[in-house]
């Protein structure tokens, strides 16, 4: 890779990084070029992009971001997940996969500008997805103007009851 190449390269990783919302480092060695594929099919679908890259060039493509944390601890070969959307959905989708495969190991991640450790990335992934909260939510916000509705038409409902009892009342004298 001559020079002009790697500063197009660096160039290309710190736009990934200045785009994402968080990235997950795994590594990679032993694993098949179709297990590769399938890992990258998997992330593609929870929302994300898999890129392999030289150490030294994803170090300098932190620069300016808030992915700087990782400098220094880019070891070995490296294999980076970039989240665009549900870091959640990612996490899920790498551990997944590292349950079938034995050689792939998440090492960690940067989620706002903090280093994650494995065990922190396996919690996020037991997290429920953006869609599943905000449906928790919508439920939440429509519990207590469910609860309205109710209380206000009670107030109708009782007073046609009592009309009813007067009427039946009146029938029966």
Do not use: C, W
């Not at 590594?27 to 179709?34: D, K, N, Q």
């Not at 396996?122 to 439920?139: C, H, N, T």
């Not at 109708?156 to 004298?173: D, Y």
């Amino acid at each position: 890779m001559n020079r002009d190449q790697k500063r197009q390269e660096v160039e290309a990783l710190s736009e990934k990084f200045k785009g994402a919302q968080a990235v997950f480092v795994t590594h990679y060695r032993g694993l098949s070029v179709a297990a590769i594929d399938e890992l990258r099919r998997a992330v593609d679908k929870a929302g994300a992009s898999y890129r392999v890259a030289k150490n030294t060039l994803l170090e300098r493509a932190t620069d300016g971001t808030e992915f700087e944390a990782l400098k220094g601890e880019l070891k070995g070969p490296n294999g980076l997940a970039f989240v665009d959307d549900d870091p959640a959905a990612v996490a899920k989708a790498l551990v997944e996969f590292a349950k079938k495969h034995d050689k792939m190991e998440i090492r960690m991640g940067v989620l706002g500008g903090n280093i994650l450790s494995t065990d922190e990335i396996v919690a996020l992934s037991k997290l429920p997805s953006r869609e599943e909260l905000l449906g928790q939510f919508v439920g939440v916000l429509a519990g207590p103007m469910r609860n309205l509705v109710g209380v206000l038409s009670g107030v109708p409902r009782s007073f046609v009851q009592v009309l009813g009892a007067i009427e039946e009342q009146k029938k029966a004298a």
